[in-house]
């Protein structure tokens, strides 16, 4: 045997030797609550990021939605100028282009509204000669529940508007935009089609259609 070596020697404050004393136990505690206390403020810090993530994507809907309103503002703004345009482009033509159809109308009322039996009721162009008038519905695009809704309205001018109740009552769609098929949809419903272009209107109904009277 090598007389110079030496036996290891045991440090008494080696815990991973000896036996486990009350200062050891304590002292894996403390270690142990000190992790437990920096994943604490880890998990605030994240509880924390994701709230003011949150408030950051309530403030974006609440931007989102603002800026949809205004959009919708716009939107209602744009439609609003194009219908009183196309009413207008409608209603300088309108007495020419019936009485070429053998209605003889002889003046014109806009924006006729009212209010009866809790309904409000509005008709964009109404055409007034001694028996007769023929009411105008006017959209920039026309759709076929326009239409469906347009006779609806017109099945109550009588009701509505009683200095019309012994007239015949024609009804009329004004459009810039549509599709054949609801252009068929409004001469079956016995309408007159009347399409607005750059400069003036033109009734666009084969020449022998005559109007239902409602």
Not at 49 to 61: A, C, D, I, M, W
Not at 88 to 102: K, P
Request: charged share 35%; glycine share 6%.
């Amino acid at each position: 045997m090598n007389s110079s070596s030496k036996p290891a020697t045991v440090t008494p404050d080696d815990d991973s030797q000896g036996p486990l004393t009350f200062e050891k136990i304590w002292r894996m505690f403390q270690e142990t609550d000190k992790k437990f206390q920096e994943t604490d403020k880890k998990f605030q810090e994240t509880d924390r990021k994701l709230k003011e993530t949150v408030e950051q994507v309530k403030e974006t809907g609440e931007q989102v939605k603002e800026t949809s309103r205004g959009l919708t503002r716009l939107e209602r703004q744009f439609t609003s100028m194009w219908g009183k345009l196309v009413e207008s482009l409608v209603e300088g033509d309108l007495i020419r282009l019936l009485n070429e159809r053998g209605i003889e109308v002889e003046r014109t009322q806009q924006r006729v509204s009212g209010r009866k039996k809790d309904i409000n009721f509005e008709f964009d162009i109404i055409a007034v000669n001694g028996d007769e008038i023929v009411v105008v519905e006017v959209k920039t695009t026309l759709k076929s529940e326009d239409i469906k809704h347009f006779i609806s309205k017109l099945e109550h001018v009588r009701e509505w508007l009683p200095e019309f109740h012994e007239k015949k009552v024609y009804g009329a769609v004004a459009f810039i935009h549509t599709e054949e098929n609801i252009i068929s949809h409004a001469q079956n419903s016995g309408l007159l089609a009347i399409r607005a272009t750059g400069k003036s209107a033109s009734i666009i109904n084969d020449n022998d259609f005559r109007p239902k009277t409602f």
